[in-house]
């Protein structure tokens, strides 16, 4: 069992960055692929980057591509996603997963989630 709990998010102006963490507990938590994904209000939830086990591994979205990175903390079950030249259109529920060992783009394919948290970008 993998417990995730998102942090970071806030209201921030276009151009902005912010930097999310998730805290994952559990013993087994550095064994696992960590993805973010996002969600709008009356959207689907959207997958934003992953970041495989050992952090050998990353992909992204092509809408965050070149803005956005993901890196990993194994010695503080940690993950990270920090935000760049933030835009409008990035805001959104952000939502850390889990999934076993490699990474997916796909939401269903995650085992666990947190409980997200907001990002509003003002322009």
């Known amino acids: 069992q993998v417990r995730l709990v998102e942090s970071g998010g806030g209201l921030v102006q276009a151009g902005g960055s912010l930097r999310l963490s998730c805290a994952a507990s559990?013993?087994?938590?550095?064994?696992?692929?960590m993805g973010w994904f996002r969600q709008a209000p009356g959207e689907e939830r959207e997958f934003v980057a992953a970041?495989?086990?050992?952090?050998?591994?990353?992909n992204y979205a092509e809408s965050v591509k070149g803005r956005f990175t993901i890196s990993r903390d194994n010695a503080e079950k940690m993950v990270y996603l920090q935000m760049n030249s933030l835009k409008a259109e990035d805001s959104g529920v952000y939502y850390c997963?889990?999934?076993?060992?490699?990474?997916?783009?796909?939401?269903?394919?995650?085992?666990?989630w947190g409980q997200g948290t907001q990002v509003t970008v003002s322009s």
């Open positions: 997963a889990a999934r076993g060992w490699y990474t997916s783009q796909r939401a269903e394919e995650y085992d666990y």
């Open positions: 970041i495989s086990w050992n952090g050998g591994g990353t």
């Open positions: 559990g013993r087994t938590a550095s064994n696992y692929a």
